[in-house]
């Protein structure tokens, strides 16, 4: 395991009680700073692995927002700072953003997932909205066309993590010069055009979802769950090693 306890209060955690409330001050931020912003999710297994790989944690290293993504996340933080954080998912975030954006007249652009997905995705938005929601749209299985990007927009893209950050981190100069504001949205976009089905309420109410996850998809999630695992006692070692002094996390 790599020690990150000197690195980790640079990791910019969010909380709020209001998911709405955090998209508005996020976006609202953006547009008054005029420059790019990053925005992660950070869901336990990404947690693991930022321990055991320095470049993943470099690329986490350069959102200027971190956002808790599920149940093992917050069980994380209660153990290791004894503090609850919001479950700022970003299937349940996204829909917020876009939102935000949309009645803002925000240049919104969609990478990742497959052709019939991201097609899938665009359909469903002009459905939602009555009217072409989506500046530009592109699968993730072909190198974005990084000249249909328009400047000053929102990027939300959805190929996975870690793949997804490291993508950032790769292109970041160009984001930057852009002023791109940036999501990265995991399998938002599969869920979006109806490719995978979301958990009835009372399995989220339940927080069982992770569950649901991974009995209609396993070959998905196994790795996810197996680093799961390490729950039983990572969070315990990582609150012996007293990082609760070094977590910061950011009320919005």
Request: glycine share 4%; with cysteine; hydrophobic share 40%.
């Amino acid at each position: 395991m790599i020690d990150i306890r000197q690195k980790i209060s640079q990791l910019v955690f969010v909380d709020t009680e209001s998911p709405q409330l955090i998209a508005e001050k996020i976006i609202s931020s953006w547009k008054a700073n005029k420059s790019a912003s990053i925005i992660h999710y950070m869901y336990y297994a990404s947690y693991v692995l930022m321990h055991q790989n320095r470049d993943i944690l470099r690329d986490y290293l350069l959102a200027d927002y971190i956002l808790v993504d599920g149940i093992g996340m917050q069980i994380c933080f209660k153990i290791i700072t004894g503090k609850k954080i919001a479950n700022l998912n970003g299937t349940d975030m996204s829909p917020l953003f876009i939102d935000i954006l949309h009645h803002s007249s925000v240049p919104i652009c969609f990478y990742g997932t497959t052709k019939e997905n991201i097609q899938s995705c665009n359909l469903k938005l002009n459905q939602q909205y009555g009217t072409q929601v989506l500046t530009y749209f592109q699968d993730g299985y072909s190198p974005l066309d990084l000249n249909k990007i328009p400047e000053n927009c929102a990027l939300f893209i959805g190929m996975g993590s870690p793949r997804q950050e490291q993508w950032v981190t790769e292109h970041l100069d160009w984001i930057k010069e852009k002023k791109i504001l940036v999501f990265t949205v995991g399998g938002y976009f599969d869920f979006l055009s109806g490719f995978y089905i979301r958990a009835p309420q009372w399995v989220r109410t339940i927080k069982m979802e992770w569950a649901w996850r991974t009995i209609l998809h396993p070959s998905r999630h196994y790795q996810k769950r197996l680093r799961d695992m390490s729950i039983i006692f990572l969070p315990f070692l990582h609150k012996l090693r007293k990082y609760k002094d070094y977590i910061f996390i950011k009320k919005l």
